[in-house]
């Protein structure tokens, strides 16, 4: 629980300002059980949360960083609360915004060891995809090679536990494959616009 705040935690922010900045953060973070770190320097509300962050143009009082579970920032993402602008609060050991509210701290939670991903089936993997391509005549031995050379290249760009991203890239690439976009270009660009987003 936290104590009463002296001086008050209060803040105004334009919903137009703060949506897009929760749904950067909450796509970024899916469901990692990540707490948020919400703080106020300069005119800048500054939500951070694993490895995003998020700012938005924000006036009032808010002294020192508060934590919020990152569920706040996945609600709030999802639905903004009626009202605009939308005021931010701490009152009784709970982050506000507007009338919607989750217990907060003035230090992050202890976060829990992320466990290991499970490891990757390559022989699995080759063998979907040669069903997948085997209409265009490509063979598992063929993409056994393929995954020798891209180890032999380093460390893959892709992670196993960024499945939505994959699948959303793969979207984009069977469109734009005809005019010459490759993978690892939009890749680049997903990477640059998560990087650079709120500056």
């Not at 209060?10 to 990540?34: C, M, N, Q, T, Y």
């Not at 106020?40 to 500054?46: I, R, V």
């Not at 709030?76 to 009784?92: C, E, S, T």
């Not at 989750?102 to 063998?127: K, Y």
């Amino acid at each position: 629980m936290m104590p009463q705040s002296d001086p008050p935690y209060e803040l105004d922010v334009s919903r137009a300002d703060l949506a897009p900045a929760l749904k950067i953060i909450a796509r970024a973070i899916g469901k990692r059980p990540v707490d948020a770190r919400v703080r106020f320097e300069d005119g800048w509300l500054s939500i951070e949360a694993g490895d995003a962050m998020g700012d938005a143009p924000a006036h009032g009082t808010w002294p020192l960083p508060i934590f919020v579970a990152a569920s706040w920032v996945r609600r709030l993402a999802k639905r903004l609360p009626a009202g605009d602008p939308i005021h931010m609060r701490v009152d009784a050991g709970r982050l506000y915004a507007n009338r919607y509210s989750e217990p907060c701290a003035w230090t992050p939670r202890a976060q829990p060891i992320p466990a290991e991903p499970p490891p990757i089936d390559e022989n699995f993997l080759i063998l979907e995809a040669a069903r997948i391509l085997k209409p265009l005549r490509v063979r598992s031995s063929d993409l056994e090679d393929l995954v020798s050379e891209a180890r032999s290249r380093g460390a893959a760009s892709w992670a196993v536990d960024e499945k939505k991203i994959i699948a959303l890239v793969a979207k984009a690439w069977a469109l734009l494959a005809p005019v010459g976009v490759e993978t690892a270009d939009l890749r680049r660009l997903v990477n640059d616009a998560v990087r650079n987003a709120w500056k």
